[in-house]
């Protein structure tokens, strides 16, 4: 409970008590973190499918869908996001660009890479809600999760944190790599339970959109690493946006 608390309470909105502040919490809440974006996608996905029917089209519901999960977790991994294509664009060494990372601003990689990204996120919604919302739904809740799974892994054993305090500092390095394996296969199971639903071909292509936004998230996740020397909880933030636009436009693909 512990930990489900705790990647709740950091990972979103929904009413979740965190009880305790420590890293073996941590190591759990990140262990968690799948849950909590199974939630978010599911939120997502019902609000898509109540748009859906009363006809406000597939690009309507496409935005709002989009929109569910930056509501749902203050928009906190946006702006992770943003603040990240600011630090790796700033060219300056790491000290300088965690400083960069850390300023109430955006700059302009930051303006690009979000406009990018939620286009991104859009308009392959928009296409996945065009073959039916079951689709379009098993595709956000499969690139929710996911999201949260990058998480998983940009917490495990070996990946240091660049700053002594924040969220980075708590859950860098608390994940042991067996345990990341194992929930790994977890989700991967479900994606294609998930898409057996549809036909085995989506229970094929699901899994194989899950690993493109995991490699995704994995490539980013290294860059940082070899950049600011660690992660951050803007570096947490971009990995959680990558892997799941990386998963959406995976699924529109094939």
């Known amino acids: 409970m512990d930990g ?3 990647a709740f309470g950091t990972l979103t909105v929904f009413p979740a008590r965190i009880t305790r ?13 799948p849950a909590a974006g199974l939630a978010v996608g599911l939120v997502a996905a019902a609000v898509g499918g109540v748009l859906l029917p009363l006809g406000s089209g597939p ?3 496409a935005v709002v869908t989009v929109a569910v999960p930056a509501v749902l977790t203050r928009g906190l ?16 060494p790491a000290e300088d660009a965690l400083r960069i990372m850390k300023q109430s601003d955006i700059g302009p990689f930051g303006v690009i890479a979000l406009v990018l990204a939620l286009l991104a996120q859009v308009a392959a919604v928009h296409e996945l809600y065009g073959e039916g919302w079951a689709h379009g739904a098993v595709a956000v809740v499969l690139a ?8 998983t892994h940009a917490s495990r054993q070996g990946v240091p944190a660049a700053r002594p305090e924040g969220l980075g500092a708590i859950v860098a390095a608390t994940v042991p790599v067996r345990s990341a394996t194992l929930v790994t296969a977890a989700v991967l199971l479900l ?4 898409g057996l639903l549809l036909s085995p071909y989506d229970a094929v292509h699901a899994v194989l959109a899950a690993g493109a936004g995991l490699a995704a998230a994995a490539l980013l996740l ?33």
């Open 59 to 61: 690009l309507v519901a």
């Open 191 to 194: 994606a294609a339970g998930t």
């Open 144 to 151: 929710a999760t996911v999201a949260r799974l990058a998480l």
């Open 77 to 92: 991994h946006l702006d992770g996001l943003a603040d990240t294509a600011d630090g790796l664009g700033s060219a300056k």
């Open 222 to 254: 290294r860059r940082c690493v070899r950049r600011f020397g660690g992660v951050t909880g803007d570096v947490f933030g971009a990995v959680e946006e990558t892997a799941a636009t990386a998963t959406l436009v995976a699924l529109t693909l094939g």
């Open 21 to 33: 502040w420590d890293r073996d919490a941590a190591r759990a809440g990140m262990l968690c973190a």
């Open 4 to 6: 489900l608390r705790f």
